[in-house]
């Protein structure tokens, strides 16, 4: 019989095996292309991203990261006029907080219905790419459905430019569940009514699941640094160096 500290290593080892493959282990039907900041190769957690059912495009910024994509969804095939008609329309899932829009200050401990944003020009010249395309676009975030909220969502996401989409689906107020477990869920929604061939998220988990498309974007904070650099002019006196931009 195994003692009780072997069976709780084992139990401990199992636990962590799980939780370290979970984000991308779900339902993979094809290979994927995952576009990502290469310093994020380094990590030594994220090592599992380049197996057999991911392909690890990794570029230097932002910027080039979103050139990358963009030069992906150009090679994309072109669909006949006949079949087109008869398909369902292609989809791209954005995320919102620290993907398309990021907080002007430095404050994490304000609300964010008490903060301005300002979108990230790299995922906003992604959006516009996408549009002229013929992309229908949705927004999946994990803020809350709470009066007033979907409201100030949609002020942040017009402000800044996002004015055309087609869904914007803010978190229940009585979800329980994970926050990559409501995102699999409202693409699922989606998923009835339109073809989702790309997801875009700056948390590694919430690329995971069901209904994902086959380009997967992960936008890492570290990347928005050099973009709110030049976004957001800082007041002499105060150092970024050290501090979450976003």
């Not at 709780?8 to 939780?19: G, I, K």
């Not at 370290?20 to 990590?43: G, T, Y």
């Not at 006949?82 to 919102?96: G, N, P």
């Not at 209904?211 to 002019?233: I, N, S």
């Amino acid at each position: 019989m195994r003692s009780v500290t072997t069976q709780l290593t084992w139990a401990l080892a199992t636990v962590s095996a799980l939780c370290f493959a979970w984000p991308l282990q779900a339902s993979v039907e094809h290979k994927k292309n995952l576009f990502m900041i290469d310093h994020a190769c380094e990590r030594r957690d994220h090592q599992q991203l380049v197996d057999d059912r991911h392909h690890c495009v990794a570029s230097k910024d932002l910027d080039a990261l979103v050139d990358l994509v963009i030069a992906y969804f150009s090679n994309q095939p072109k669909e006949s006029a006949s079949t087109a008609a008869l398909a369902k329309q292609k989809m791209v899932i954005f995320d919102i907080d620290e993907t398309v829009l990021v907080r002007t200050n430095q404050d994490h401990t304000t609300l964010w219905s008490h903060c301005d944003f300002v979108a990230l020009p790299p995922i906003m010249r992604l959006y516009k790419h996408l549009l002229a395309q013929g992309y229908k676009i949705a927004f999946v975030t994990w803020r809350k459905e709470l009066p007033g909220s979907r409201d100030k969502t949609l002020y942040h996401l017009n402000t800044n430019g996002f004015q055309a989409f087609e869904a914007l689906y803010l978190r229940p107020k009585d979800w329980k569940k994970s926050c990559a477990e409501w995102k699999e869920h409202a693409r699922g929604l989606l998923a009835k009514d339109f073809d989702i061939v790309a997801t875009l998220d700056d948390k590694l988990s919430n690329l995971g699941g069901l209904h994902t498309g086959a380009c997967l974007v992960w936008v890492c904070e570290r990347a928005h640094r050099p973009v709110m650099q030049r976004c957001v002019r800082f007041p002499k006196n105060v150092t970024t160096r050290g501090k979450r931009l976003c």
